[in-house]
């Protein structure tokens, strides 16, 4: 994945499916997740109105849904869609340019 370390952005993990007390980071343990992810029940499913399979939701850095993927999309494909997003949030972030007077 891309090195997007110190960049506006957060990426987490919701799991769905309920897990006993330390089973959830063994398995981030063995797939090597890097990112931070907790047990959300079916709360998390309902509320956001996601099937019971593993999804990806992209949020901006305002917190707003841009992108869902049902499934895994594959790597090439969230790295797209974060450099996208991390782009505009920094650009927001910089100051308009002064015109010469």
């Not at 997007?4 to 006993?20: D, K, M, S, T, Y």
Request: charged share 30%.
């Amino acid at each position: 994945m891309t090195r997007l370390q110190g960049r506006p952005f957060a990426l987490i993990g919701v799991n769905p499916w309920p897990h006993e007390p330390g089973e959830l980071e063994a398995v981030m343990v063995r797939e090597r997740l890097n990112w931070r992810s907790f047990d959300g029940g079916e709360d998390v499913s309902r509320l956001w109105n996601s099937p019971p399979t593993p999804s990806f939701y992209l949020l901006d850095h305002e917190g707003i849904i841009r992108r869902k993927w049902i499934g895994n999309p594959g790597e090439e494909a969230i790295d797209a869609a974060l450099k996208k997003l991390v782009r505009e949030a920094e650009g927001e972030r910089r100051e308009p340019r002064q015109r010469p007077g």
